[in-house]
């Protein structure tokens, strides 16, 4: 008899789990078929190819706090948390059922993040979505960007980028010479393109500075604020670098080494480029504002 007492306790313990099987499977239902045409289409482009680590690094946070989901039931939601919950669901089906039928997937990919957080206040409360709301914000790296954001901003970083390239250049020794977008090295010549704005780049290191600041924890308000307003500057100057590299890579080597290989290489080298300014700023600054020690409850 005393052998049933484990397996007594253990189902218990799960007992909890049991309302969230129809929440997980009516997930894999919607959103499978999504990622199966995310990981076909839009994640092998450069400009998302950050969609599937943005997938797996969610799923881990929220394993990270499975306990969320095994906690006793006997408190359950109340009836407002529940009623926004609805709301909250409601309105993320819409999106999903739009964008999956209009083919719009901004709207498709962004209804996770409400479908999940109606599921959550409706199920477990406000605690659980306060628990795992950096999982569910982190879903937003996921969403393509709207495409008028992207024409608004293109052209002036595009701009910019040339301009600071062609000052630098210039001040370095070098025959360069602009017009609008177009850099004209020695013999060659270099368009600026879309590709080269950084904005997509910027996207893609703004979450990975952010996971940063969410797993370092640090308990300076000051340094963490100095640290999210620094991102994008240092996305930006990290792809200035970028753009230059690749003209001296022209310059010196020529039209095929600056296209080929080295081309795709620059690429890995602007998020390295930004991570290690990231790094060095928060070192910097943990000199400044350091980290107070936390108290055990």
């Known amino acids: 008899m005393t052998t049933l007492a484990p397996r007594a306790s253990l189902l218990d313990a799960l007992a909890p789990l049991k309302s969230w099987w129809p929440v997980v499977l009516g997930l894999l239902v919607l959103y499978v078929p999504t990622y199966w ?9 450069d400009d998302y190819a950050h969609g599937p680590i943005v997938l797996v690094v969610t799923l881990y946070l929220i394993w990270q706090q499975r ?9 359950p939601p109340t009836r407002g948390e529940a009623v926004v919950g609805w709301v909250l669901l409601a309105f993320g089906l819409l999106m999903y059922a739009i964008g999956r039928s209009q083919e719009v997937l901004l709207l498709e990919v962004g209804s996770q993040i409400p479908v999940i957080l109606g599921a959550l206040l409706i199920t477990l409360g406000k605690s659980a979505a306060r628990t795992l709301w950096f999982a569910l914000f982190f879903l937003l790296f996921m969403v393509p960007l709207p495409g008028f954001l992207v024409d608004t901003v293109t ?13 630098v250049l210039y001040a370095a020794g070098y025959p360069i010479a602009r017009s609008g977008v177009t850099l004209t090295v020695g013999p060659y010549q270099l368009l600026v393109a879309d590709a080269c704005s ?6 893609s290191l703004s979450a990975m500075g952010l996971l940063y600041l969410y797993l370092m924890q640090h308990t300076s308000t000051a340094r963490n604020l100095i640290i999210m307003s620094a991102i994008l500057p240092i996305a930006f100057a990290a792809n200035i670098v970028r753009v230059i590299v690749l003209i001296l890579v022209t310059y010196h080597m020529g039209d095929e080494a600056g296209q080929g290989f080295l081309h795709g290489f620059a690429g890995i ?8 300014f990231l790094f060095a700023l928060d070192w910097i600054l943990g000199f400044i504002f350091p980290d107070r020690l936390r108290s055990r409850a």
């Open 155 to 167: 052209g002036p970083l595009k701009q910019y980028i040339s301009v600071i390239a062609e000052q």
């Open 198 to 203: 950084g904005l997509h780049s910027m996207f």
């Open 37 to 45: 045409m995310l990981a076909h289409g839009l994640w092998n482009s």
């Open 269 to 276: 080298m602007l998020f390295v480029i930004g991570l290690l």
């Open 67 to 75: 306990a969320v989901f095994l906690r006793d039931a006997s408190a």
